[in-house]
């Protein structure tokens, strides 16, 4: 079956520092991930859309420069948060979408924690 | 604006019986997925679709074929394993990103 592995599961960081997250899909290829943030208070927010072979598409409030994605095939993505601070902290998840079905598929998320 | 308005925000069930939630969405969507987050945060897939209805066991499933515009999770004789917050996504016509509804809490009470 179709799983998406997501680690580290939560980081704790001091303020100004970064945080880097992988997303591996298993079973099948992903050929787009998309990056989500999860608040404290549930609301998801998309970040970015990346898919192989094309430009990443960050959505507005979110930057390349604060949140580089690396996409370098249909199995892998990673994302770095640069200079966390307090207002970055929250649930990431990526979603992996399946190219034959359109399905998403997503990992375990990684907690950030910023002190 | 939110482009997935989902309702309601918190649900109590009893157990063994019924209810539905329901998305709206402010735009024509191409495809719908609902999913259960667990205690741990994980996203567990319930249904996608493209149109029409599916159903698992006493889950069903159903996204507007017409004007496709809103979608329907309806949960029978709710048990205590059915507690968790469901969300739906959808995905807008001409795009690829999903975008999630606010979510629903629902407590099943015995």
């Known amino acids: 079956g179709a799983l998406v592995y997501q680690y580290p599961r939560r980081t704790i960081c001091k303020s100004g520092t970064s945080m880097r997250m992988e997303c591996q899909a298993v079973g099948f290829q992903a050929t787009s991930v998309a990056w989500y943030r999860q608040s404290p208070q549930k609301t998801f927010e998309l970040i970015a859309l990346?898919?192989?072979?094309?430009?990443?598409?960050?959505e507005q409030n979110f930057t390349q420069e604060k949140f580089p994605i690396s996409h370098p095939n249909l199995s892998f993505s990673s994302m770095t948060v640069l200079n966390a601070y307090l207002e970055d902290r929250g649930l990431y998840l990526c979603?992996?979408?399946?190219?034959?079905?359109?399905?998403?598929?997503f990992g375990e998320g990684s907690k950030l924690t910023v002190l | 604006g939110d482009q997935v308005e989902q309702s309601p925000s918190a649900l109590s069930l009893h157990e063994g019986t019924d209810s539905a939630l329901r998305c709206n969405f402010t735009?024509?969507?191409?495809?719908v997925q609902w999913f259960r987050q667990n205690s741990r945060g994980s996203l567990i897939s319930l249904f996608y679709l493209a149109s029409g209805t599916k159903e698992n066991g006493r889950l069903k499933s159903a996204f507007d074929s017409k004007e496709r515009r809103y979608s329907t999770l309806h949960i029978r004789d709710a048990q205590l394993e059915d507690s968790g917050t469901y969300f739906c996504a959808a995905e807008a016509a001409g795009y690829q990103n999903f975008y999630f509804g606010k979510g629903t809490s629902l407590t099943v009470i015995p």
């Open positions: 979603g992996a979408r399946e190219g034959n079905t359109g399905q998403l598929y």
């Open positions: 735009t024509t969507m191409r495809s």
């Open positions: 990346s898919t192989v072979n094309s430009a990443i598409k960050y």
